[in-house]
């Protein structure tokens, strides 16, 4: 489903921390909000999640306007770098939690688990706990925890940032095979500029509040539009 930020406009107090920005994700395109840190990518990623308000502007989910509706009733998945698994469930009882609440019935919830196991496939791995469990298989917990209500959405906040380097690498492909799987639109946000040119279909490259260039990866690397923009892609932070 298409996402449609217009005008978006966030103030913290008297600073406003973003100003007038326009981002359209197409319907099954995963796009990297990209960035040097205290830019303003998390900022975006709550304010389409719902968590913070909008100062300014209006967020559309294809022609669903849902600027003024609550986190609970957009159709969203999260996975936050420090968005914890819960230490005392298992596997099976994490991913099927936002069900539970729902008051959907056991059986039905172990389908859905059983269904999202094998797409991020971690299908031996639910009767562990979170302890049990490396840093790439805690992140495909998650995944499968953002994604078991269906949502139009998945918003994706550093969630790489923990993992050593090989893990890393590897839940790069692993994400990306599974949003493209799913269809799933999605928005990754991260500062690494290898991740955003390896993962995704455009990236918008922010700046102080600002998208400065936002195009595909072989347009950004090949025709980057400011020093800026070179030097962010050129030299990695
Ligand atoms: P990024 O994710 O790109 O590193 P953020 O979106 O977290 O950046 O932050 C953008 C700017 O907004 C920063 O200057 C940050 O200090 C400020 N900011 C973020 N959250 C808050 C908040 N809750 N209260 C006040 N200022 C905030
Ligand atoms: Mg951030």
Redesign the pocket.
Known sequence: MELRLEKFT?R??D?T??KDMDLTVGSGEMIA?L????????????AVCGI?KMNGGTLHFGDRDVTTVPAQERSVGVVFQNYALYPHMTVEQNIGFPLKIQKLGKAAIRKEVERLSELVQIGELLDRRPAQLSGGQQQRVALARAMIRKPDVLLL?EPLANLDAKLRLEMRSEIRRIQRETGITAIL?T?DQVEAMSMCDRIAL?KD?KIVQLDTPEQMYSNPRSQFVAGFLGNPP
């Open positions: 966030k913290f107090g600073t921390v973003i909000l960035g040097p840190s205290g830019c303003g990518k998390s900022t975006t990623l709550f913070h906040d946000v500062h922010m509040g």
